[in-house]
């Protein structure tokens, strides 16, 4: 069962994020992250930010690797993946810039640009710690409802909503949103030592109560998290509404040793 916290503000959740990730690049100052964009990591990285000016931590060797980038879009255009990480994360956070990466989703190589991800991925060691969001539809990383619970890295096709609900991001018009992208799979997702899903909103709560008390099945790609040894769930009041369990949680959260972090 994943650890779920129930909190009651976007900056409380990000506290707890920023306060574990701190603690990591503490100990292993050469530790990998897995970045997520979107607005459910914000508050995280805002916190993040915080203690790394707080506690004078080290981050020039911390590397990072993005969960996806849009097929096809310049990376110079501001919303691509690689522009918000980089006005995100890697510039609030002080990270080095040349060891954040984020998928290549340029079209005269994407053929292989997925499996050279994964294997960038493996030859850092792994992803420490992995933030993710989750879509309405239990979507993680560009991964749709009927994604492989086992895929890697790789090309895929965007649904029509998900490019009606960005379009936002691109002057309003969906048709000057791409249609392809390239995201980690669930597959490459779950090799992360720590998965730390930050939901916010009564939209989000169906999607949670599926991820985490639901069956596992390609339907809900993120309920594939029940799968994995650590997985930390952090959801406010309303996104956590649709949880059978959440006495149970809160219970179980109050009575943790300090000790144990997240």
Same mark, same amino acid.
């Given at each position: 069962?994943?650890?779920?916290?129930?909190?009651?503000?976007?900056?409380?959740?990000?506290? *707890? /994020?920023?306060?574990?990730?701190?603690?990591?690049?503490?100990?292993?100052?050469?530790?990998?992250?897995?970045?997520?964009?979107?607005?459910?990591?914000?508050?995280?990285?805002?916190?993040?930010?915080?203690?790394?000016? #707080?506690?004078?931590?080290?981050?020039?060797?911390?590397?990072?690797?993005?969960?996806?980038?849009?097929?096809?879009?310049?990376?110079?255009?501001?919303?691509? /993946?690689?522009?918000?990480?980089?006005?995100?994360?890697?510039?609030?956070?002080?990270?080095?810039?040349?060891?954040?990466?984020?998928?290549?989703? !340029?079209?005269?190589?994407?053929?292989?640009?997925?499996?050279?991800?994964?294997?960038?991925?493996?030859?850092?060691?792994?992803?420490?710690?992995? *933030?993710?969001?989750?879509?309405?539809?239990?979507?993680?990383?560009?991964?749709?409802?009927?994604?492989?619970?086992?895929?890697?890295?790789?090309?895929?096709?965007?649904?029509?909503?998900?490019?009606?609900? !960005?379009?936002?991001?691109?002057?309003? !018009?969906?048709? !000057?949103?791409? @249609?392809?992208? +390239?995201?980690?799979?669930?597959?490459? +997702?779950?090799?992360?030592?720590?998965?730390?899903?930050?939901?916010?909103?009564?939209?989000?709560? #169906?999607? +949670?109560?599926?991820?985490?008390?639901?069956?596992?099945?390609?339907?809900?790609?993120?309920?594939?998290?029940?799968?994995?040894?650590?997985? @930390?769930?952090?959801?406010?009041?309303?996104?956590?509404?649709?949880?059978?369990?959440?006495?149970?949680?809160?219970?179980?959260?109050?009575?943790?040793?300090?000790?144990?972090?997240?």
């Amino acid at each position: 069962m994943a650890e779920v916290i129930i909190v009651r503000s976007q900056q409380e959740a990000g506290a *707890i /994020y920023a306060h574990c990730v701190a603690n990591l690049i503490a100990r292993k100052p050469d530790c990998v992250l897995g970045l997520a964009t979107g607005s459910s990591p914000l508050a995280a990285y805002t916190e993040l930010a915080k203690e790394i000016k #707080e506690r004078h931590l080290d981050v020039s060797h911390v590397c990072g690797f993005a969960l996806d980038e849009y097929a096809g879009l310049d990376p110079s255009h501001p919303e691509s /993946y690689r522009s918000v990480i980089t006005r995100t994360v890697v510039e609030p956070l002080g990270f080095t810039p040349e060891l954040v990466h984020v998928p290549d989703g !340029n079209l005269d190589t994407i053929e292989h640009a997925g499996q050279q991800y994964d294997a960038a991925i493996e030859a850092a060691g792994g992803v420490d710690v992995q *933030i993710l969001g989750i879509g309405t539809d239990g979507h993680i990383g560009f991964n749709e409802p009927g994604s492989s619970l086992a895929s890697g890295t790789r090309i895929k096709t965007l649904t029509e909503q998900t490019r009606e609900d !960005n379009a936002r991001f691109f002057d309003g !018009n969906v048709d !000057n949103v791409p @249609t392809h992208c +390239i995201t980690q799979g669930i597959g490459t +997702i779950m090799k992360a030592r720590h998965l730390v899903l930050l939901a916010f909103g009564s939209g989000k709560a #169906e999607a +949670i109560a599926e991820t985490v008390e639901g069956g596992v099945s390609s339907f809900c790609p993120a309920s594939a998290l029940q799968l994995h040894p650590h997985v @930390t769930v952090i959801v406010d009041e309303k996104a956590a509404s649709k949880l059978r369990n959440k006495d149970y949680y809160r219970h179980a959260y109050a009575h943790k040793p300090a000790w144990q972090g997240i």
